[in-house]
Every structure is written in structure tokens, then in C-alpha cells.
């Protein structure tokens, strides 16, 4: 199995560009979760889906990031405008959510080291 | 989800067994302890999770107090590329339920 994918595991861009960030989670899976990382705020989750539908994305910071799964295979975290407060590292999971199970494990990807000049 | 309280960092030596403590006094009956561990620049890595029953797999074991107000994760045999922040998250179970991570526990394996 090859995991969860990310693309591009590193990203330098300049102030006001835009950035997307790509994931492929493991095939099979049915939630796909996106998270940032920082020393000052640890690792939060930012938004997540199931089944394709985003669920709770309360931990997006603001109308400048949007995610989107237009399929079971492919999902974005978009930045526009970009700013260096969003140098982060970013993190896609998966998981799949058995029949009749309580409970699920997430799987992480590698992440993708954003960085904002 | 309840909290979870974690010592900031502890070592151990190479071969030794290595045992992480968390406290999760809050933790209420429908809510997991499970364990993820993040190796310096790489994504977190699921480890092991358990309901109140003691649990092991090939990573590690997972001691669940019988009032499950605490749990330990043991490495058996610690080796150095076991070096990692592990979090002890506690999560309700059900559908759409989120994992929150704090800030973990360094653990440094020492030659």
C-alpha cells in the first residue's frame, strides 16, 4: 500500500501567490482530513471530509483557505492570498470507517513544508 | 474529548523498555486512548488505541488502568530510530469525531 500522498513535499512561494497543496489518500478510504502544523500552535485540523462531503471545516483560519474533494482519490487545500503567517507544514489523513465499527484510524501523510517569503 | 496530560520528555536507553505515561482523568466511557507518535520531520504515525482492555501489537503494548483515569504505552525494546514526540490523544467514539493533538512527550533513546 502505498500510503497517503502529498504533493509537493516542499513549497517556497512569495507573499499574495497562490499555493495548493494535493493529497491522495489511501485508496479505499472514505475520510480525509487536513491538518497544519507550527511551533506555536501545535498540530490542528483544519477541515475534514467524508465520503467525499466536508463535514466540519470550523478549523479553516480564514476565507483565504478552501479545500475541496472532487473525488475518492483527490483532494486540494488552496491558499489565495497567501501570507508568511501561513508557513506551516501541512498534513493530509486518511481513514476508513468500517461497518459497525466505533471507531477508525487515521493514516498521515508525509506533508507538505509550506513557506511564505 | 477529555484531556490528556503528558511529562514534557523523558529518555531511556537502547534495548530497554521504554514507558510513557499519560493521565486522562476526564475520560469518559465512550471515548478511546490512542497513541500516535511523529519522528522529526515526517507525519504522525498511529501507534496503537484501546477502549479499556489492555491492547498490544507489533509496536507496542497499551495498559489501560481499570478505572481508565490513566494509561502507559510501552516500547518493549526501545530502539534509537524510536526517538519521537508521542501523543496520547483520548477520542469519543462515533462518527465525525476528531483527534486533538497536544503537545506530546519527547522521547529521546539514548546509545
Known amino acids: 500500500d502505498a500510503g497517503v500522498i502529498q504533493s509537493p513535499r516542499h513549497e517556497v512561494t512569495e507573499m499574495g501567490q497562490e499555493v495548493t497543496l494535493r493529497c491522495k489518500p489511501i485508496s479505499g478510504h472514505n475520510s480525509l482530513f487536513w491538518y497544519r502544523q507550527t511551533m506555536m500552535r501545535g498540530l490542528e485540523l483544519l477541515i475534514y471530509?467524508?465520503?467525499?462531503?466536508?463535514?466540519?471545516d470550523s478549523g479553516m483560519p480564514e476565507d483565504r483557505f478552501s479545500a475541496k474533494m472532487p473525488n475518492a482519490s483527490f483532494s486540494t487545500l488552496k491558499i489565495q492570498p497567501s501570507e508568511p503567517r501561513d508557513s506551516a507544514v501541512y498534513f493530509c489523513?486518511?481513514?476508513?470507517?468500517?461497518?459497525?465499527?466505533?471507531?477508525?484510524?487515521?493514516?498521515f501523510g508525509p506533508g507538505t513544508r509550506l513557506t511564505v517569503l | 474529548d477529555a484531556k490528556t496530560t503528558q511529562p514534557t520528555s523523558m529518555d531511556c536507553a537502547e534495548g530497554r523498555a521504554a514507558n510513557l505515561p499519560c493521565n486522562h482523568s476526564t475520560i469518559s466511557g465512550n471515548e478511546y486512548v490512542y497513541w500516535y507518535r511523529q519522528i522529526h520531520s515526517q507525519g504522525p504515525q498511529y501507534i496503537i488505541h484501546?477502549?479499556?482492555n489492555n491492547e498490544t501489537n507489533e509496536m507496542a503494548s497499551l495498559i489501560i488502568t481499570e478505572d481508565r483515569k490513566s494509561s502507559t504505552l510501552i516500547l518493549p525494546h526501545a530502539t534509537l530510530r524510536d526517538t519521537a514526540v508521542y501523543y496520547c490523544?483520548?477520542?469519543?467514539?462515533?462518527?465525525?469525531?476528531?483527534?486533538?493533538f497536544g503537545k506530546g512527550i519527547t522521547l529521546s533513546v539514548r546509545p
Open positions: 490523544i483520548v477520542r469519543r467514539s462515533g462518527a465525525n469525531s476528531k483527534l486533538t
Open positions: 471530509f467524508n465520503n467525499n462531503v466536508p463535514i466540519d
Open positions: 484501546g477502549l479499556k
Open positions: 489523513a486518511s481513514s476508513a470507517r468500517l461497518a459497525g465499527a466505533r471507531t477508525d484510524t487515521q493514516y
